[in-house]
């Protein structure tokens, strides 16, 4: 698993949608400070290293929407795959108040090094699965924390995340979860656009329908929350997507 930046799931599945999990490990390869970034285990164990429950969310999701998924197989610590290569948070030495030692002293040849082993092997991969499909639309797949170091708890069990550039999905996804009785954010907790993201990229440059799921990560910490939560929104994305006739 050295050197393995990502897995794909169903790579053969003939469904429209693309799951995909950038945040889905936490894993640190051993080339990178001997496989460890230098913070506790109980902080590579939290969400400022990998999105909590995503990457079983994201596999029951796309076993439902008979869908090819692909996943991150490192840390966002070591370098953020939802990031642009030129974005400043693409190697984060502070996050969520702890400080992350093997990133303070990484230099741009060290960034390089992570980009071409890491992060540029999964956006490659990413490109392919996108364009496998000739109508393919992409259901990017996240988690949130419900509550930030000093910061208010967050309210919504879910957030439903889309661009200004492109609202095809994202507006109708928010309302068919809100008339579930769900607390849904509309682009909460994070805004829905950030240039050279995974969306930017693969989706918007490409003119393919998309929006990012955000799930509050207590619900889905374990399988029996993966799968409820796949259960219901499986279902829901099959629907917006046909009644937006794209």
């Known amino acids: 698993m050295t050197d393995q930046a990502f897995v794909i799931a169903g790579g053969d599945r003939a469904g429209r949608w693309l799951v995909t999990c950038d945040h889905a490990s936490n894993h640190v390869p051993d080339w990178v400070g001997g496989g460890d970034l230098g913070i506790a285990?109980?902080?590579?164990?939290r969400?400022?290293?990998?999105?909590?429950?995503?990457?079983?969310?994201?596999?029951?999701?796309?076993?439902r929407l008979d869908a090819p998924a692909?996943?991150?197989?490192?840390?966002r610590l070591v370098i953020d795959p939802n990031r642009g290569e030129d974005?400043?948070?693409?190697?984060?030495?502070?996050?969520?108040?702890?400080?992350?030692?093997?990133?303070?002293?990484?230099?741009?040849?060290?960034?390089?090094?992570?980009?071409?082993?890491?992060h540029r092997p999964y956006h490659a991969a990413l490109a392919g699965l996108a364009a496998a499909h000739p109508a393919r639309a992409i259901c990017a797949v996240h988690s949130f924390t419900?509550?930030?170091?000093?910061?208010?708890?967050r309210p919504w069990?879910?957030?439903?995340?889309?661009?200004?550039?492109?609202?095809?999905?994202?507006?109708?996804?928010?309302?068919?979860?809100?008339d579930q009785g769900w607390v849904t954010g509309a682009n909460?907790?994070?805004a829905g656009h950030l240039q050279g993201d995974s969306i930017d990229r693969h989706a918007l440059?490409?003119?393919?329908?998309?929006?990012?799921?955000?799930?509050?990560?207590?619900?889905?910490?374990?399988?029996?929350?993966?799968?409820?939560?796949a259960d219901r929104l499986a279902p829901l994305l099959q629907r917006v997507l046909a009644d937006s006739g794209l």
């Open 205 to 229: 440059s490409h003119s393919r329908p998309n929006l990012l799921i955000e799930v509050r990560n207590d619900l889905i910490r374990d399988a029996a929350g993966q799968t409820l939560w």
């Open 47 to 63: 969400h400022i290293a990998w999105d909590v429950g995503a990457e079983g969310l994201a596999r029951a999701l796309a076993d």
């Open 87 to 118: 974005d400043p948070t693409l190697l984060m030495r502070l996050y969520d108040g702890t400080v992350i030692p093997a990133n303070r002293r990484a230099d741009a040849a060290e960034r390089e090094r992570r980009l071409d082993r890491l």
């Open 41 to 45: 285990p109980d902080d590579m164990a």
């Open 70 to 75: 692909i996943l991150s197989r490192f840390s």
């Open 188 to 190: 909460e907790p994070y």
């Open 146 to 153: 419900p509550q930030l170091r000093g910061r208010p708890p």
């Open 157 to 178: 069990l879910l957030g439903i995340l889309y661009s200004h550039r492109d609202e095809r999905l994202g507006p109708a996804m928010v309302q068919a979860c809100r």
